[in-house]
């Protein structure tokens, strides 16, 4: 039976005169897939699940256990502004189930949905906002992505030196119309890098923000005869793409003395399982080689406004008060991002872990003897997988599968 939802959701589709649902999902390296269907059959994916090849999807299954069934999620259903307004189309981010009606253990964005949950036991709440940096390359007559990028700005420039501001404000425009309220934009540091952050939100609507976003910037850049890449070190000796996670832990009826213990708990749990989580923040071999360059952490380290440092409290108001983790890359899954950094801020809440002093040092530029003072992160990505490997956290922390993919 249709939930009140789904039903007024039909009623959406057919009144909007929409002609197409794409129904959304995320592999396990959270690249976005989609199948598309007439509306028409919409009320029957809702009952019924639409099924798929789940061999042919990373990190799924095999082709002896290959079926599984996506069942979009009413509450995610948004109309694709680059698409025709007569017949249009809509996009639904979905549920994955086997073909028994259980939860898919590899469901990226169920993990998230039920990490909230976790937290939600213990009257704790985490808002994300996120700091998603990309590069815009040219392409040839063909249309094919080169090596060379849009432009040779820097930070902060302006046009003629930035050629990205109309794209960066066609992408910001499409994100609005979608209800996604980017709060800033500019040009980075790199040539033809780009950065555009976004206001904070809940774990399970920021992360489908980030996937929508990324499929925005990608098409707008298409249709500007360029190409978007969110690879972690794009340009050798140039900036890399960072992913920065801005978080803040709230509990409700807290005095400012308790929410400060359990920000301070919560931060240190984080800062504690980093190393353990380094394989799924920076999961390619690429992701190492921006460590420790151009202001991306390479230690275990935090400290107030230092932007050399893993875990940064940026200045703001005391409102606003947030975390700023700055080692993951833009080519991370934003749903197990997100969701490790909130199990290893609750451990640290539970277990009550203590913050290490501030490291008020630029950790980039010092000497090696004082850098030796602060843990190092993974420097490959094998070195990653063998921290986590034996890490009790992780192995207690994500589903089974999802585990064993990171570690193959």
């Known amino acids: 039976m249709l939930t009140r939802s789904q039903r007024e959701t039909l009623e959406i589709v057919e009144s909007s005169d929409i002609q197409f649902v794409r129904l959304a999902f995320c592999d396990i390296c959270g690249v976005q897939k989609n199948i598309s269907i007439q509306a028409t059959e919409l009320q029957d994916a809702f009952e019924n699940g639409i099924a798929f090849d789940a061999s042919s999807i990373a990190g799924f299954r095999d082709v002896s256990h290959s079926d599984l069934l996506l069942f979009p999620d009413s509450t995610t259903l948004a109309l694709l502004p680059w698409r025709p307004s007569r017949g249009g189309v809509a996009r639904f981010f979905c549920e994955i189930r086997t073909p028994d009606g259980a939860a898919f253990e590899a469901d990226c964005r169920r993990y998230l949905a039920e990490t909230e949950e976790l937290l939600k036991q213990y009257d704790l709440c985490c808002l994300f906002g996120t700091e998603c940096e990309f590069y815009l390359f040219k392409c040839d007559e063909n249309g094919t992505p080169t090596s060379t990028p849009l432009d040779r700005g820097s930070y902060f420039d302006i046009a003629p030196l930035d050629c990205g501001e109309n794209v960066r404000r066609e992408i910001c425009q499409t994100l609005a119309t979608m209800g996604i309220h980017p709060e800033r934009s500019h040009h980075e540091q790199g040539p033809g890098q780009n ?76 800062l504690q399982h980093t190393p353990e989580m380094t394989a799924v923040l920076n999961a ?55 969701a490790l950094v909130m199990r290893a801020g609750l451990d640290g809440i539970l277990n009550k872990i203590q913050l290490p002093p501030a490291c008020d040092e630029n950790l980039l530029t010092v000497s090696e003897e004082i850098r030796s003072r602060y843990p190092k992160l993974p420097s490959s990505l094998d070195e990653a997988k063998q921290v986590m490997q034996n890490s009790e956290f992780m192995k207690r922390s994500m589903p089974e599968h999802i585990f064993n993919h990171f570690n193959r």
Not at 212 to 221: G, P
């Open 284 to 338: 390619l071999e690429s992701s190492y080689e921006r460590l420790g360059r151009n202001k991306a952490p390479d230690r275990v380290s935090w400290s107030r406004c230092n932007r050399s440092q893993m875990i940064r409290l940026p200045a703001a108001n005391p409102q606003h008060k947030r975390m700023e983790l700055r080692s993951p890359d833009a080519s991370v899954n934003p749903y197990l991002a997100f």
């Open 195 to 270: 950065e555009i952050d976004f206001r904070y939100s809940t774990a399970l609507n920021a992360a489908d923000n980030v996937i929508t976003f990324k499929q925005i910037v990608s098409t707008v850049a298409a249709r500007n005869g360029l190409h978007a890449c969110f690879l972690p070190k794009p340009i050798e000796n140039e900036p890399g793409n960072g992913f920065h996670i801005h978080s803040s832990i709230h509990k409700a009826d807290m005095s400012p003395i308790e929410d400060e213990k359990i920000t301070h708990h919560f931060m240190a749990g984080v």
